[in-house]
Nanobody, 118 residues
Framework: VQLQASGGGLVQAGGSLRLSCAASGSTFSINAIGWYRQAPGKQRELVAAFSSSGNTNYAGSVEGRFTISGDSAKNTVYLQMNSLKPEDTAVYYC?????????????WGQGTLVTVSS
């Protein structure tokens, strides 16, 4: 499985961006798919994710501003980010967790940089 993330860039505070993550290859049984981010000097953290149980989880810091969605026909997951703040500046990664043949597979995209200026 390959994950191709795109859509990052430079935006002013209060602006919006939409990130895309396209999955290709065999995806087995997807357990979860979503977005993480890592700011300079900080640990990678969950931003938003779908789980196979139907749950959608958001980090508290983005709830109400970010929306995760997916297009199964395109094998693509999106992250709509509104009302961006400087503290949202980070490299954003998409992640897919899947199960197949009795094994767990954990895939990460290459990351896309989001910079929010004040």
């Amino acid at each position: 499985v390959q994950l191709q993330a795109s859509g990052g860039g430079l935006v002013q505070a209060g602006g919006s961006l939409r990130l895309s993550c396209a999955a290709s290859g065999s995806t087995f049984s997807i357990n979860a798919i979503g977005w993480y981010r890592q700011a300079p000097g900080k640990q990678r953290e969950l931003v938003a994710a779908f789980s196979s149980s139907g749950n959608t989880n958001y980090a508290g810091s983005v709830e109400g501003r970010f929306t995760i969605s997916g297009d199964s026909a395109k094998n693509t997951v999106y992250l709509q980010m509104n009302s961006l703040k400087p503290e949202d500046t980070a490299v954003y990664y998409c992640r897919l967790v899947a199960y197949g043949l009795g094994l767990k597979y954990d895939y990460w995209g290459q990351g896309t940089l989001v910079t929010v200026s004040s």
